[in-house]
């Protein structure tokens, strides 16, 4: 039997001073559904527990203006976990949501269908650049621990697609690059995650995080006006942006 406690071996001192590229192993080919469902539930176990559903809400809240309906777009939506916690928090407060969930990997799409309560979703399975929404843009695009999965050179792109699909606005929720929470998340998921995807990946998408001047360097580079980058525990950055380059507040 695999000992769980014992996390996957990674360097003691790793080098935190430039983001690292390495494949997690997630955006492997040919992953067998079980182990993606796995990952997916365990990566709501943490989101729900350090906060990350607590910084997507936030990003919804400063971006929904108080309207009684919106819809709301995820890229790289997984299991549709950030995506309930979002439609749940708008019912509660009588606003009717349309949901759209895109993700280029047909098992988390698969997840996401089973795992739904309600009839206000559609699941796309495709890579979010060949999705085009014409003249019914979602009021608000999101990303959720996606965007690190990316070099800096694929973010000005995509940065700018999710400027040019939001009607309202977009938000990122994503990692920071830290020491603390590189070793926090390592011994974490050492002690309590089933899952090889996980265990491997929690760490290292922290090496693929970013700091503050990275995420400033690439909202300019991608031309995008409005937007504010906000710390949050635990080890989060917000990125929250208004469509067409309006004042954000």
């Excluded at 809240?61 to 439609?87: F, K, P, S, Y």
């Excluded at 997840?111 to 699941?123: F, M, S, T, Y």
Aim: include cysteine; glycine fraction near 10%.
């Amino acid at each position: 039997m695999r000992n769980r406690s014992k996390p996957i071996d990674m360097p003691g001192k790793p080098d935190l001073s430039k983001r690292s590229y390495e494949k997690e192993l997630l955006d492997s080919e040919g992953l067998p559904f079980s182990a993606i469902e796995r990952n997916m539930l365990e990566l709501d176990f943490i989101n729900t527990w350090l906060g990350g559903h607590a910084i997507s809400i936030r990003g919804l809240a400063l971006l929904a203006d108080g309207r009684r309906r919106l819809h709301i777009c995820e890229i790289g939506c997984g299991g549709g976990d950030n995506l309930r916690v979002l439609d749940r928090w708008c019912r509660r407060r009588g606003v009717e949501t349309r949901i759209t969930g895109i993700d280029s990997n047909e098992h988390c799409i698969e997840v996401a269908r089973r795992r739904w309560k309600g009839d206000n979703a559609d699941w796309v399975h495709s890579d979010y650049r060949a999705v085009s929404f014409g003249g019914e843009r979602p009021d608000i695009v999101f990303s959720s621990l996606f965007c690190h999965h990316f070099t800096d050179e694929e973010l000005v792109p995509q940065l700018r697609w999710m400027e040019g699909q939001a009607g309202v606005g977009w938000f990122i929720n994503d990692l920071h690059r830290h020491r603390a929470a590189y070793h926090a998340i390592r011994l974490l998921t050492g002690w309590f995650s089933s899952s090889y995807l996980v265990k491997n990946d929690a760490p290292l998408s922290v090496l693929r995080g970013f700091r503050r001047r990275e995420w400033e360097d690439l909202l300019g580079r991608a031309g995008v006006g409005g937007w504010s980058v906000k710390w949050k525990w635990a080890f989060r950055w917000l990125i929250v942006a208004r469509a067409g380059g309006k004042e954000y507040v």
